[in-house]
């Protein structure tokens, strides 16, 4: 089951979204989080905080589920 997270800008960072998603609790624990899970950005591995995020991506996080972005309130 993927969960929706919706965005109201073009597009956010996935720093951003870890936050969003309530996967860290702040910005400054993205890297550490990025640093620790395997994170998948529409199949491919991206490690970087700062990844853009638009709306129909999908982000799959190992033991975290899958996420895709709306933008749908």
């Known amino acids: ?7 109201d800008t073009e597009y956010i960072t996935l720093g951003q979204f870890l936050k969003l998603a309530e996967l860290i609790q702040s910005g400054g624990m993205a890297k550490w989080f990025l640093s620790e899970y395997e994170v998948f950005v529409n199949g491919e591995q991206d490690q970087r905080r700062g990844r853009k995020l638009r709306v129909g991506d999908r982000v799959e996080i190992e033991e975290n589920g899958a996420f895709i972005i709306s933008d749908e309130k």
């Open 1 to 7: 089951m993927e969960k929706q997270i919706a965005i």
